[in-house]
């Protein structure tokens, strides 16, 4: 089914064709990739098809009664309600339709040979089993835990969360809406790993339409089927994902760079023949015709794509010994509390290492210890024979000059760099023309993080360290950037959630979990095939919220009223039962997702300096993290029997259904 239309549909600016003749159908189903460069009209066209714009010519049809969920990436405002509330609002109907289902029954009960009021019912119950009403608060509960909320901010005003977190309650409302057209402007910007790979799992199982615009190339590939291009107001499309996109553009753009040389050269042969017997008499018939071949030759449309690439290069690594950094028995403890124990790394020259964990696990105070911002509470960490480290943290914008230009700033440290070299070197970090003369003081924070980490490229030095160098970048200049690290000679530590970022980059991780080191070789595909992460697995392991089993009542075809009257007399002999198991599942579903919310706040507290000042509650916090964790075994083999009993109720409902027609 064709969802919506673009029919020759072009954007005007003052100077500047923005979209020209842009055809465009999606269907129910297909997931696109919408790229481009930056300013190359991706945000309009998303703005045109939800109808918040208008374009300056064609014309854009809908389907009847077509839904559009909008993500845009940013100006989004919550209400005063509290989270729930807020998220629980972007149901569809549910409510209404609860309040409907309630009164009928009652009548039912009191009028049970009403034929007619008993096959509304049926009807109702029938949509409200598609609609999953009886997981409904457990399905609020997924998204908002999926997305990365916990447990205690459920009762905060939606309207007191940051800007980042705004726009995670806006996506969590448009996921639960389930609408036929899904547009996401950039959905990852605000998302962490865990948050990440479970919206991939989400977006894979929705069967509406989606457009998603997104730097994040890995997530791009896992969860788009086809590709739509932008550039310089023209509209191409490609089937397959974003690695598939960028083979068939390349091979494309060099059959229109070779058939624009062939006709080149075709055409400059011509013009030597018209040129060389112009003047003679007896070849100006021939002459005559090459003209008019000349004029009716066609001009290929290809022309190098609009999208700039600058390369730059690390300044060389010094030499160094072969151990660059060395941790023997180190642990980090603040009072009694201890953030890791036993940690021995060793880290040699050449080696290019990713760190992962979960929030608060300890990879800042790891990589502090690393730079000798903080020493261990025991054992050994000392940097190797002439090392020098360079470290890009995510407060890095705090070490800027506000009252210098971008350009200032690069020019204070650069030791004698060409002002043309440093502009290309901005101009990797999206700081063009006359961009680089703006005060650091007006810039934003993705601004002078992205400069802070152009700033670090001016220092020679043989070990790195860099803390999520990609949030602020397009994939333009992350290209710029892994191509740089790739050709680096030094020692390199990344701390990043861009799982192909880190694929392309490190042969090595490490990973911090509960307190204890492990190292993992090879990549990051490698480590999390082998933490249970296989290709296809995009759900968080260990995920209660998405176990929950969904009874599969849709029907299709023509009911009689008898079959439906017998239908809603089933329906309603087994509901009682049903809904004393889903509770029961309901139950023990939110017992442990608060008890994993819990301990997981516990364990972000951990990692955080301040708590270790006081030793009662430090204390008091370790005995209800392992409380939690001795009580969570248990908790899940109740909710695993109740929701086997519940999936045994709901098939033999299904079998009885379909005996009855």
């Not at 500047?16 to 465009?24: G, K």
């Not at 990549?523 to 009874?551: Q, T």
């Amino acid at each position: 089914m064709r969802l919506i239309h673009l029919d020759d549909v072009a954007v005007a600016l003052p100077g500047r064709i923005l979209l020209e003749r842009v055809a465009w159908s999606v269907f129910r189903g297909e997931r696109y990739g919408l790229v481009g460069a930056n300013g190359s009209g991706k945000t309009t066209l998303m703005r045109l098809m939800v109808g918040e714009s208008e374009p300056s010519h064609g014309a854009i049809s809908r389907a009847r009664d077509l839904t559009i969920g909008y993500l845009p990436q940013e100006g989004v405002a919550q209400k005063e309600r509290e989270l729930f509330v807020e998220a629980w609002n972007g149901l569809p109907d549910l409510p209404t339709l609860e309040k409907e289902i309630a009164l009928l029954r009652e009548y039912v009960a009191s009028e049970p040979h009403d034929s007619d009021s008993l096959e509304r019912l049926g009807v109702l119950q029938h949509r409200w089993e598609d609609l999953e009403g009886y997981r409904a608060e457990a399905k609020v509960s997924g998204v908002l835990f999926g997305l990365g909320f916990k447990e205690s901010d459920f009762k905060r005003p939606a309207n007191e969360f940051s800007g980042g977190w705004q726009m995670r309650i806006a996506l969590a409302k448009l996921l639960l809406h389930d609408p036929d057209l899904l547009l996401l402007d950039e959905p990852t910007n605000h998302l962490d790993l865990p948050a990440l790979i479970w919206l991939e799992g989400f977006l894979s199982g929705f069967d509406g339409a989606l457009i998603m615009v997104s730097h994040d190339r890995g997530f791009l590939d896992r969860v788009i089927k086809r590709t739509a291009e932008l550039d310089r107001g023209k509209l191409t499309l490609y089937q397959g994902n974003y690695s598939e996109y960028e083979e068939q553009r390349q091979e494309r753009a060099m059959q229109r760079e070779a058939e624009a040389a062939r006709t080149d050269e075709e055409r400059k042969r011509i013009e030597a023949f018209i040129e060389r017997f112009r003047y003679k008499a007896s070849k100006a018939r021939q002459v005559q015709s090459r003209v008019k071949q000349l004029e009716k030759m066609e001009v290929p449309e290809w022309q190098p794509s609009g999208q700039k690439r600058v390369r730059f290069h690390f300044p060389p690594a010094p030499s160094s010994g072969r151990v660059v950094f060395e941790m023997q028995d180190v642990a980090k403890r603040y009072d009694s509390i201890e953030v890791f124990k036993d940690i021995n790394l060793i880290l040699t020259r050449g080696e290019k290492v990713a760190l992962v964990g979960i929030n608060g696990a300890g990879k800042s105070t790891l990589c502090r210890l690393i730079v000798g911002a903080e020493s261990p509470s025991s054992g050994t960490a000392n940097p190797g024979h002439n090392v020098s480290v360079d470290f890009f943290a995510q407060d890095a914008d705090f070490h800027l000059n506000s009252q210098l230009t971008i350009l200032e700033q690069l020019e204070a440290e650069a030791g004698g760099a060409s002002q043309a070299w440093l502009r290309s070197l901005l101009g990797a970090f999206l700081f063009s023309g006359d961009d680089v003369f703006k005060k650091i003081s007006v810039l934003s924070g993705g601004e002078k993080s992205r400069l802070a980490l152009a700033k670090m490229l001016l220092h020679p030095s043989n070990f790195i360290i860099l803390d999520e160098p990609t949030n602020h970048l397009d994939m333009a200049s992350q290209a710029v950037l892994l191509e740089a690290l790739k050709a680096y000679e030094g020692t390199l530590l990344v701390v990043s959630h861009d799982r192909f970022f880190l694929d392309q980059l490190v042969d090595r991780v490490l990973e911090l979990e509960n307190g204890t080191l492990h190292d993992w070789p090879g990549n990051l595909s490698d480590y999390l095939a082998r933490k249970g992460f296989g290709a296809g697995s995009a759900i968080e392991p260990g995920s209660i919220r998405e176990r929950i089993p969904v009874a599969d009542s849709r029907e299709t075809g023509y009911k009689t009223r008898e079959q439906k009257r017998i239908e809603a007399q089933i329906r309603n002999r087994n509901s009682s039962l049903l809904r004393d198991v889903r509770h029961e599942v309901k139950d023990l579903q939110s017992q442990i997702d608060i008890a994993e919310t819990r301990k997981r706040e516990i364990e972000m507290q951990l990692a955080e300096e301040s708590l270790y000042k006081d030793g009662e509650k430090c204390r008091q916090l370790l005995s209800e993290y392992d409380r939690i964790r001795s009580e969570l075994p248990a908790m899940l083999t109740a909710w695993e029997s109740a929701a086997s009993r519940l999936d045994d109720l709901e098939r033999k409902l299904r079998e009885e259904l379909e005996g009855s027609g």
